[in-house]
């Protein structure tokens, strides 16, 4: 192979891969809602670290656009104080800052109105004149998901969506769609303005380490692809629990509902990467092919399976740890007979050959005893015990469980049988723990900086591509429809608890009890 | 009597140090603690030297089987061993992690004698990194025979009272093609960054074609070994020879490097450290500022510990010198 030349200036000659991170070409975020949480909370912070760590180009720029009326240095101003406030984990430096906010510039305007495209062209090309961007654009949208469309539109229509010789990307938040029907509207539409090559649809789990993680676990070990079947797995259960309730956000969530805010999207994208054949490549569309087969192939239910294999479930009000804590309908903003879905648990099936007969049960929701996500895969007992169980020896059988932990403490557990010490030949389950913070004390980058950096890299592996979206909603909207119909006795689990009993029944039809992470 | 020492009864104590540690942290906060090895390190050190700290804040980020060795020259020294753990309790959380820690005292005429107990001291199936933390063990023959067994090997010619002797070790390490750091490289880790992101910019990039000359400047009154790494790994990436010229500040702030400028035929670029934490670049017009800290001992060795295979980069720049 001819070594590269180290005068083409399509190269950096002082690259050093082994020691640098990597590092990604200049380019200019427009960030459409730059006034809004997301952007404070996490999208601001996830840059300004990414700057701390020297993976952002120096000439890297934001330019924020909302409605309000801000100057440069309002902006400027807001994102100091955001991030100084949200910044997790990490030092920040006021030098550091000074740097990084003079690529922070600010456009007001309407998201509707053409002449706000027109303002944001000549800014654009203020900027990467003066900076040097190199005609890179990557567009994040980080509005309502009702200016998705508008916001598209627009950036077509003036001609944004072209580039010189620099890329133009957009990132799109979930929601894709609040259904089929308007995922495929979403999709359809901005196909005729992006290819889909440029189009990253964000979904914040994939960027978790954890999950990277489980691509690493099944297909860079040996030993447990083997395992990762119906002959050796007796199910799945993936619980993504959170502690807190719906806070100032209950008059949207009433609209929402924990179904299609966390299974449609976080938890189906989970499910398919530990689910998923593996790829012959680590590459973005190759891995993707294989995730958006999984999503294809989870078993759409019919009404009648629907009442048996899933469970809506909405918190009522308890005293927590001395404290009063209101139930859903008590929320600001809810209606008091609201029959939104705040706890959702689903019996997936795969009808493939892999996992024929594997239930993967699926739950989230919102009051539960504790803020966790993790994935257990349960396997099959031994098929024959020499031990006696008894009530001295109560442990004689019990399965083997991987857990995977997704947040908080990542990690992954293999619980197994051992002796306990001393007389006799008593069992006890213990656990042989890996633990992200205390193999690698390095400090674990934020799923916003992963993906952030991802896009502005063109690897779209972590992204969603528009065929899972589409097969994901065919999965949940069926089920959505038949909660729709139906008048739920709510609330039916009290805060604090880990949901309704009938999700406790569900699995105990099949014969299995939900873990208690 | 002459003293000895067994690989089999540091191990008990070692397992004891477990026990006893679960022990106490059960009746103290019922949850235990929890014992983390990812590699082996074996850190050979010169009498009293101090490495707790470094050892520990490394342990941090690579929890370990931590194996010092002291060579101890004094008359009258004699072989001794002793297993400890290196405790701690991470923020916001309820388990300690321990990191354990054998540490061996020998006189140089004993430690043809330790190397057995060493072998046998490895948790198994984990990379074993060497760190001479004094150049002055490097040339031990004793201490040699360990190299083979090593998944690297780390010097520090910054600190060496010969570097010139650390650089021949070097050479002959990476001519034996062994993983070696030196810790006199990873120091310019940053600066060899912050001009790989100057030149990030294809605008800069085009200005390299007419570089031809490299001036760094350092606070020392002779130029540390760092210095024509840096140069060296420049005109390495470039594949061509610049003019090097060194200059000491004698700044009494004590630097590794003060300063750099790259000059070309329409071209400045100057780095210079700002202060304790960043440096500031500027090129064509521009300043910026860069993060930069003063990295500690542990800092360096955290980096090498990442990197377990052969370095290239660093390869590449040992052939030039």
């Not at chain 1, 456009?107 to 800014?123: H, M, R």
């Not at chain 1, 049988?417 to 390095?442: E, H, I």
């Not at chain 1, 949901?499 to 939900?514: F, I, N, T, V, Y």
């Not at chain 2, 780390?154 to 990476?174: C, E, G, N, T, Y």
């Amino acid at each position: 192979m001819a070594a590269a030349n180290p005068f083409a200036t399509d190269l950096n000659p002082f690259q050093d891969p082994l020691r640098f991170e990597r590092r990604v070409s200049p380019a200019i975020l427009v960030l459409f809602g730059a006034n809004g949480d997301l952007t404070m909370r996490k999208l601001l912070p996830a840059l300004y670290r990414l700057a701390y760590e020297r993976r952002l180009p120096s000439n890297f720029a934001v330019i924020g656009n909302s409605r309000t009326a801000m100057s440069d240095d309002d902006f400027r101003q807001k994102m100091y104080e955001s991030t100084k406030q949200f910044l997790e984990d990490s030092p920040f430096d006021e030098d550091l800052w000074q740097e990084f906010a003079r690529g922070l510039f600010y456009v007001a305007g309407n998201l509707n109105d053409p002449a706000l495209y027109q303002a944001l062209t000549a800014k654009i090309h203020e900027v990467d004149t003066a900076r040097a961007t190199g005609d890179n654009l990557l567009f994040y949208l980080s509005t309502q998901p009702s200016f998705y469309i508008p916001v598209i539109e627009q950036l077509g229509a003036s001609g944004l969506n072209k580039g010189r010789h620099g890329y133009r990307r957009i990132v799109i938040e979930k929601p894709f769609g609040s259904d089929l029907q308007t995922a495929l509207e979403l999709n359809n539409f901005v196909r005729t303005v992006f290819p889909e090559s440029d189009v990253y649809r964000i979904d914040h789990y994939l960027g978790k380490e954890t999950v990277q993680n489980v691509f690493a676990f099944r297909f860079g070990n040996g030993i447990f692809e083997p395992l990762w079947n119906r002959r050796y797995v007796n199910h799945v259960q993936i619980t993504a629990a959170e502690s807190i309730g719906v806070g100032t956000r209950g008059a949207f969530y009433q609209g929402v509902g924990a179904l299609r805010d966390m299974i449609q999207n976080h938890l189906l994208q989970v499910m398919a990467t530990v689910a998923m054949e593996p790829s012959a490549v680590f590459e973005p569309d190759a891995v993707r092919d294989e995730r958006a087969k999984l999503l294809r192939s989870i078993r759409i239910l019919s009404p009648d399976q629907i009442r048996a294999h899933t469970v809506a479930g909405q918190y009522g009000p308890a005293r927590i740890g001395g404290a009063a804590v209101k139930g859903f309908r008590e929320e600001d903003g809810v209606a008091p007979n609201a029959q939104a879905d705040t706890y959702a648990a689903v019996t997936f099936f795969v009808d493939n050959w892999r996992w024929a007969g594997v239930p993967f049960y699926v739950r989230t929701g919102k009051r539960l005893p504790k803020r966790i996500t993790e994935i257990a895969i349960q396997f099959n007992e031994a098929p024959h015990t020499v031990f006696t169980g008894d009530a001295t020896n109560p442990f004689a059988s019990r399965p083997n469980m991987l857990i995977l932990r997704i947040q908080p403490d990542e990690g992954i557990s293999l619980r197994f049988l051992s002796k306990q010490p001393g007389n006799g030949f008593r069992l006890r389950p213990v656990s042989m723990d890996f633990n992200y913070g205390t193999s690698f004390g390095t400090r674990t980058p934020t799923a916003y900086e992963t993906l952030l950096l991802d896009a502005m890299a063109g690897d779209s592996t972590l992204y969603t591509r528009q065929d899972m979206v589409e097969a994901s909603w065919k999965v949940c909207e069926p089920i959505l429809d038949v909660w729709q119909e139906t008048q739920h006795d709510f609330p039916n689990y009290e805060a604090g608890t880990w949901g309704p009993k009938s999700a406790d029944e569900m699995l105990a039809r099949h014969g299995h009890q939900w873990r208690t992470p | 009597m002459t003293a000895t020492i067994s690989a089999e009864k540091l191990l008990r104590d070692l397992s004891q140090v477990w026990t006893d540690l679960a022990k106490d942290s059960v009746e103290k906060s019922s949850t235990g603690v929890l014992r983390a090895c990812a590699m082996n390190l074996l850190v050979c050190v010169e009498g009293d030297h101090d490495v707790a700290a470094t050892l520990a804040e490394a342990a941090h980020e690579y929890p370990c089987r931590l194996l010092v060795l002291r060579v101890r020259r004094e008359p009258g020294a004699q072989l001794s061993g002793r297993a400890l753990a290196q405790c701690w309790m991470p923020f916001g959380r309820r388990q300690q992690i321990c990191s354990e820690q054998i540490e061996i005292s020998a006189p140089p005429e004993a430690l043809p004698d330790v190397l057995s107990v060493v072998r046998a001291l490895w948790a198994a199936d984990l990379p074993v990194v060497v760190w001479f933390r004094n150049d002055s063990l490097l040339v031990e023959p004793a201490l040699q025979l360990l190299l083979p067994m090593a998944d690297k090997v780390i010097v520090d010619s910054r600190r060496a009272l010969q570097p010139l002797a650390v650089l021949a070790q070097v050479k002959a390490l990476v001519a034996a093609g062994r993983p070696v750091g030196d810790l006199g490289w990873t120091r310019i880790t940053r600066w060899r960054s912050t001009i790989a992101q100057i030149f990030d910019n294809h605008v800069c990039r085009k200005n390299l074609l007419g570089l031809h000359s490299v001036t760094i400047e350092h606070t020392s009154l002779e130029p540390p070994l760092t210095v024509p790494y840096l140069a060296h790994w420049l005109e390495s990436s470039l594949n061509r020879e610049l003019r090097r010229t060194y200059r000491s500040t004698q700044n009494p702030e004590r630097w590794e490097i003060q300063r750099v400028t790259l000059t070309g035929l329409e071209f400045e670029t100057s780095i210079r450290r700002k202060d304790e934490t960043a440096v500031e670049a500027r090129w064509d017009g521009h300043t910026a500022a860069f993060v930069y800290p003063r990295q500690t001992e542990a800092d360096l060795l955290v980096e090498e510990f990442g990197i377990l295979a052969p370095d290239p980069v660093f390869q590449s720049v040992i052939a030039r010198l």
